[in-house]
């Protein structure tokens, strides 16, 4: 079993940062691909970012490319989410969110993702 845990979030200006942290334990997650997902109230999970297991390969989905950068560091068990330039629109609960399996690409979909965090909400005022 594997428990993410996310922090970071806060209250932000437009135009300001943040940087969101996930830590996992128990099961190693160090070989496993990772992903940060949202949900704005009202609308469904949408795919943020991912990562794969050596850090290597990132993708980023279009609306924040230029001012997200996913990143992590296997020996802390720790995938981060550095966000900058934000917007009122960036505005939502963020979560963690990493495949059990062994995946040779990424993948923006939730369904592919086996193990979530609680979430930590995020809000950009204008």
């Known amino acids: 079993q594997v428990q993410l845990v996310e922090s970071g979030g806060g209250l932000a200006q437009a135009g300001g940062s943040l940087r969101l942290s996930c830590t996992a334990s128990?099961?190693?997650?160090?070989?496993?691909?990772m992903g940060w997902f949202r949900q704005a109230p009202g609308k469904e999970r949408e795919f943020v970012a991912a990562?794969?297991?050596?850090?290597?390969?990132?993708y980023h989905a279009d609306s924040v490319k230029g001012r997200f950068t996913i990143s992590r560091d296997n020996a802390k068990n720790t995938v981060y989410l550095q966000m900058n330039s934000l917007k009122p629109e960036d505005t939502a609960v963020y979560y963690c969110?990493?495949?059990?399996?062994?995946?040779?690409?990424?993948?923006?979909?939730?369904?592919?993702?086996?193990?979530w965090g609680q979430g930590t909400q995020v809000t950009v005022s204008s």
């Open positions: 128990g099961r190693t997650f160090s070989s496993r691909n």
């Open positions: 969110a990493v495949q059990q399996f062994y995946s040779s690409g990424l993948s923006t979909d939730v369904g592919q993702y086996d193990y």
């Open positions: 990562i794969n297991w050596n850090g290597v390969s990132t």
